[in-house]
């Protein structure tokens, strides 16, 4: 994400084109290979209405969708992804009510120990194979959605990932929440080293970690609506601005959906991003105000009836990120929890985009707090479903 003085206009269509997130012939590879001809005729016979938009999807949790092997780009070794050990942390099947910190700061560590996890990399693809894993294991319907965008390293075509984690698949009401998964590929805002390895444990890392925890609430959800988690690919697959757009993956996500007529809708989503700052602090953010003012107020409602006094009712600067696409090309309201300043307001953002974001700056406590606000308000949103 980046902070501009006001809401920026999203990316038009036509920058959309030029980056193949968008094209209408060239956005799924994978539709013009005759296996996945079939597959797609397989998917259509079992009306997989739901999936209109989520095509190039490998799922195994479902009998109804057989497990579609993505071909391999080269980008991923086969037997490097193959040798990787399960998730390394515990999963628990317990449906424990309150969001747990410290088993999401656990996911966090585990995610850090990857390494550097930019799009089109070895280390996204372990992780990715961690997400996948431990989804499954907790009764989520992993899907993922394959797009082309240009590699900012060599100008070629490169394949990217949005992963999709469907609970509740029957409701038609649905909810999404969200989150990007790449890292920046450079700690570019270092000011000793911008070439640095950056792990980027809050940028990055903390989204995913506060959604494997979350996970765990989602089967006892009862209530109107399904909920889906999205992983955004190439949020930031960036070493060059402005030459290198950002948001690739939410951008290519609102495109489909908009595009498709599913047979159920959001009805709204929550991006989280930067929420493991050691020292949170969380005010309201312009864009999100701009677009989804009523589902932020909500949202920020919950947490002071929980007394999560971390959210702060004030209006914070616009800030730039994948809920602008969500908003903007597929009408889901959507708003942006976000602490853009790490550590802190009097010290400023300065450990973005450096090699201060690592886990030694993040805490439990945070994902615990932002995880507990997200599971009441859609507990919230359960019970009064009109
Ligand atoms: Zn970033």
Known sequence: MEMRGSQIPFASNKRVTRMRVGEPNGCIRIVSSPICFFVLILLSLFCIGSDAFALGTQGQSSNRLQQTPVENSGQFPLQEANKLKPPIRLISQDQKSAFDGNR???YLADICKIGPRPSASKGMAKQKKYIQAHFEAIGGQFFQQEFIA??????????????????HPERTRRI???????????????KRNPRAKFIGANDGGSGVALLCELGHHMKSLNGEF????????????????????????????????????????????????????????????????????????????VAREIGVREFVPEEFKFIRDDHLPLNEIAKIPTCDIIDFNFPNPT??????????????????????KVGAVVLAWLQKKQRTAK
């Not at 240009?150 to 999709?164: A, E, F, Q, R, W």
């Not at 999404?176 to 270092?190: E, G, N, Q, S, V």
């Not at 595009?259 to 005010?283: F, I, S, T």
């Not at 010290?347 to 615990?368: F, P, V």
């Open 104 to 106: 999401s700061f656990g």
């Open 150 to 167: 240009k590699s900012p390293y060599s100008g070629k075509n490169v394949k990217l990932h949005n992963l999709l984690i469907r609970w």
């Open 176 to 190: 999404l929440i969200c989150c990007h998964h790449d890292t920046r590929p450079f700690a570019d805002a270092d």
């Open 226 to 301: 399904g909920v889906d988690f999205v992983f955004f690919d190439g949020e930031e697959f960036v070493i060059q601005r402005p030459r290198d757009r950002m948001f690739l993956g939410s951008t290519f996500f609102a495109e489909q959906y908009s595009r498709g007529v599913p047979n159920w809708r959001y009805e709204c989503a929550v991006l989280v991003d930067m929420v493991a700052d050691k020292d949170l602090q969380l005010p309201l953010e312009g864009n999100s105000l701009h677009f989804a003012r009523g589902l932020t107020e909500e949202i920020w409602d």
């Open 347 to 368: 010290a400023g953002n300065i450990y973005w985009h450096t090699r201060e974001d690592k886990l030694e700056n993040c805490s439990a406590e945070s994902l615990g």
